[in-house]
């Protein structure tokens, strides 16, 4: 989990990225100018390579995308709904039900070191907030219309979804 770091998981991403394309250059160079010094790969090896990278750039996608979609509706407490947001690895709840019209206040908690994580942006609202480790801040907004209302972390790769229902339409159970 802790070297799940957005950073380190990016700079996977890039360097794989980077080794696929020099395979892929490499391989027209030596076939342009010297055809005695060709160092032949098997042709299985060069397509497991480039699975792999494939395969491992696309569990990176699917992690940021969708995995961990953690939904939780705020309880109504003295007519502020509120929440409470573990940060580690992300956010969880990442998904956070309210009403609108109504204060929202969230409660943040951050138990993971990576300095990824250290600051929490809603840029709907203008509203940052550092989360120093293991102190618990909050973030108290007031949304005034329905609507999706993401947040994410300094460098927008943790994020999670404010999602704000119009009070007045009762939503089917
Ligand atoms: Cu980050």
Known sequence: MKLRSCLL?????????????????AQI???GTSEF????????VKAGIVAAGAGLIGLELWWFL?????????QVDEGVQTVEVAVDGGYSPNQIV???GQPVKLT??????????????????????DLPLNQKRTVEVTPKEAGSYPFHCG????????TVEDSSKPEAS
């Open 9 to 25: 998981s990016s700079m996977l991403g890039v360097s794989l990225l980077l080794g696929i394309a020099h395979t892929a250059k």
């Open 29 to 31: 160079s030596d076939a």
């Open 37 to 44: 010094r060709r160092i032949e790969q098997p042709l299985g």
């Open 66 to 74: 969708f995995s961990k979609t953690k939904v939780q509706t705020a």
């Open 98 to 100: 309210v009403q609108a």
């Open 108 to 129: 943040f908690l951050r138990k993971d070191r990576s300095s990824c994580l250290e600051q929490v942006i809603f840029p709907d609202f203008n509203r940052s907030v």
């Open 155 to 162: 460098m927008n790769m943790f994020r999670g979804t404010l």
